[in-house]
């Protein structure tokens, strides 16, 4: 027997009414769009089957402009090890293993996640820098905006050693420290941007990031809406600096969180570069250039029980943000809940991407979900929800404003509430027996930090 007897079978072909039938017939009585339909956490129908989309136009990424990375994103693996000569070997042998970019992780930045460098080492930076000259990689810093000194530190230590030739982010945002409970400290912002944009370096000086508020519980469209309110409000106080609205978005990185969940992820990639092309439309901007999108995996979808199960999250993960066609992706490895990662752990974040790139080909095809049914509906579903939100937000006088009256923290605390109170797969529905060990270099730093707090899948567990 081959495959010859499905040709040979001449099933009929079939339209949606006709499959609407069939199934219907199938659920014997049982109300189809209640048994079917599903709904993400923003209330947006998930139907079992979509027609195809015609004529969908595949959307625009910066892969093509990525040589470092051969054209696809850019591998990023985290240097979170308060061990100097540690995490230098560690990147090291990251850079020789499929690696094609770092990101410094300082402590008390969002991104942490009681890991980091602690600051007073930027002594660092001039080795780091010197690596990059000699075999050019991308290069992120995660600090706290407290911490903004750094960007410039960093700056100076590149152009010193004339690491020029890649990519880097300097990722100054002081919406997520307010959020975090912080200062906004946004009139910090403008000469700082101003600074680090007349380096001239390829990449981007500002992030508008919504990791934390993912982590601490917000849907795909609050997620979404904060990062547009963050451009927005970088925006106008760069234009009153005298910056050319061009230049803000092209100096402007969006970080996203990926999940597991397959098709949110992928949609929401997408969504936030229908949200970036509305904004610079709003700002009149005829040649528009795509978004460079930053996609970490998600923190809160982590557990500290049976953490294997968090190597199959990140990959779905990173291959929904893949195909959602983020143009850097970091993982966090599936330890990182437990302690300090150790090399293994690193190891398996670092190939999640690298056999996704160079066994699956998954970068090889610009936007491959353009045209199917479901993913296009999702996309324009949540672009335009968070668009909704992301108005209201402009509403009550921006991001800061909205921060400091406690309006975005009640909508991550409200969206949090309703998801504690659902079951999870693996964790509270079948939770391993006996729990195997995990080897990790050290403990994490679980102070408690003001403001949002972020959310395990172990926290969702002691709720259940």
Not at 2 to 25: V, Y
Not at 181 to 186: D, M, Q
Not at 202 to 214: M, T
Not at 306 to 316: F, G
Request: include cysteine; hydrophobic fraction near 45%.
């Amino acid at each position: 027997m081959d495959a010859s007897i499905l040709t040979d079978a001449g099933f009929a072909p079939l339209d949606e009414a006709d499959w609407r039938k069939l199934a219907e017939k199938a659920l014997k009585g049982a109300n189809f769009e209640a048994t079917l339909v599903s709904r993400s956490d923003d209330g947006l129908a998930i139907q079992p089957i979509y027609s195809r989309r015609e004529g969908a136009a595949p959307l625009a990424h910066g892969h093509a402009d990525t040589p470092h990375a051969g054209g696809a994103w850019t591998v990023n693996q985290r240097r979170d090890d308060a061990d100097l000569a540690r995490a230098r070997a560690q990147m090291a042998d990251d850079l020789e293993n499929g690696a094609t970019g770092a990101s410094l992780v300082f402590r008390g930045s969002a991104a942490a996640h009681g890991t980091g460098i602690a600051a007073g080492s930027e002594i660092a930076f001039r080795k780091t820098a010197a690596a990059r000259a000699a075999a050019p990689f991308s290069l992120r810093l995660e600090a706290g905006f407290a911490d903004r000194a750094l960007a410039t530190t960093l700056a100076h230590a590149l152009a010193d050693a004339g690491a020029q030739t890649a990519p880097v982010h300097f990722g100054l945002d002081p919406f997520t420290a307010a959020l975090a409970g912080g200062r906004a400290e946004s009139n910090a912002l403008t000469s700082l941007a101003k600074e680090l944009i007349g380096f001239g370096f390829y990449g981007s000086v500002l992030n508008a990031d919504g990791r934390l508020a993912h982590n601490a519980g917000a849907s795909e469209t609050l997620e979404l809406a904060i990062i547009a309110a963050a451009l927005a409000e970088s925006l106008r106080l760069l234009d009153a600096a005298g910056l050319a609205p061009e230049d803000i978005f092209a100096a402007t990185s969006l970080s996203l969180a990926a999940d597991q969940d397959q098709f949110l992820t992928t949609a929401k990639m997408r969504a936030a570069r229908l949200i970036h092309a509305r904004m610079q439309a709003a700002c009149g901007i005829s040649e528009q250039k795509p978004a460079h999108i930053h996609a970490e995996t998600s923190w809160r979808m982590l557990t500290r029980r049976d953490p294997e199960t968090n190597i199959l999250r990140n990959t779905i993960a990173v291959f929904s943000a893949g195909t959602g066609g983020a143009d850097e992706i970091t993982v966090l490895p599936h330890t990182l809940a437990l302690g300090l990662p150790d090399p293994l752990a690193r190891r398996i974040a670092r190939n999640t991407q690298v056999v996704l790139i160079t066994e699956s080909n998954l970068a090889h095809v610009a936007d491959p979900a353009a045209g199917a049914g479901g993913i296009e509906a999702l996309t324009e579903g949540l672009a335009e929800k968070a668009w909704e939100i992301f108005t209201g937000i402009e509403k009550t006088g921006g991001l800061s404003a909205a921060i400091a009256s406690g309006t975005v923290q009640a909508m991550v605390e409200a969206a949090r509430a309703a998801r504690k109170a659902r079951p999870i797969v693996g964790t509270t529905l079948f939770p391993l027996k006996d729990e195997r060990p995990v080897t990790v270099l050290g403990p994490l730093d679980e102070m408690a930090a003001a403001g949002l707090r972020p959310v395990l899948l172990v926290d969702c567990v002691e709720a259940a």
